[in-house]
């Protein structure tokens, strides 16, 4: 049986995430404080976690907890249910490669479609011991097992879902993927094209750190991106 925890301060909404989680079978751990839930934490880790990022009088206590959720599982599935909707926000969840962002008020049977999804493709990204993780593409080395990127030698520094994009668009040079593709590939949900071309600029500009020449993904306007062949 798959742990959720749910940290929330509201009773109401936690009661209310929390049983129509367990109706789905999942066994919920819920939380009204940071201090409850770095408590529970320590004796158990979910497989999920759903935190709020206002808890009482921890205006970024759901931003800390996501740290330390970090430090103990780096790839555990994190979702931010908030009612704060600002960029800044979302900006500090895609860099504590936060899988979600979700606002207020949010429908229950969306809430558990996006609890069985990424629970899934959780399940998808454990790879066997024996498959090969990395990952050769021109002057790039992708090792999916640590999620972590190099070029001409040097680490880049990417968020979850930026490295999730630049495997995508990697693993098939040439081939174009649409904003709809690459959406799925994010994880994160329904997001608007302006938030895609957002990742792509953050990628080509932390390449370009590195490689000041970096071209391979290249725009197909109208429909997505693809990387370029040699």
Excluded at 81 to 86: G, H, I
Excluded at 113 to 133: C, D, G, N
Excluded at 145 to 151: F, G, P, Q, R
Excluded at 198 to 210: A, H, L, M, P
């Amino acid at each position: 049986m798959k742990i959720v925890a749910v940290v929330e301060d509201d009773a109401d909404q936690r009661e209310n995430y929390a049983d129509v989680l367990a109706a789905q079978g999942y066994e919920v751990h819920d939380f009204g404080s940071k201090a409850e839930a770095q408590d529970g934490f320590r004796e158990i880790l979910p497989d999920l976690a759903i935190l709020d990022i206002m808890l009482g009088e921890d205006m970024d206590g759901g931003f800390e907890l996501c740290m330390e959720l970090r430090n103990l599982s780096p790839n555990l599935p994190v979702i931010f249910l908030t009612a704060r909707d600002s960029d800044a926000d979302r900006i500090s969840s895609q860099r504590m490669t936060a899988w979600d962002y979700i606002t207020k008020p949010v429908s229950l049977e969306f809430l558990v479609a996006r609890v069985h999804a990424l629970l899934r493709i959780a399940e998808q990204l454990k790879q066997p011991e024996s498959q090969e993780s990395l990952i050769s593409v021109n002057e790039m080395e992708i090792d999916e097992k640590s999620m972590s990127v190099k070029w001409r030698g040097e680490l880049i520094n990417l968020t979850l879902a930026e490295f999730w994009i630049v495997e995508s668009l990697a693993r098939r040079p040439g081939h174009v993927k649409t904003y709809d593709a690459l959406n799925d590939v994010t994880r994160q949900g329904l997001v608007e094209r302006n938030t895609i071309n957002g990742y792509i600029r953050r990628i080509r500009n932390k390449f370009r750190e590195t490689d000041r020449s970096f071209d391979r993904i290249q725009t197909v306007h109208g429909t997505g991106y693809k990387w370029a062949q040699d």
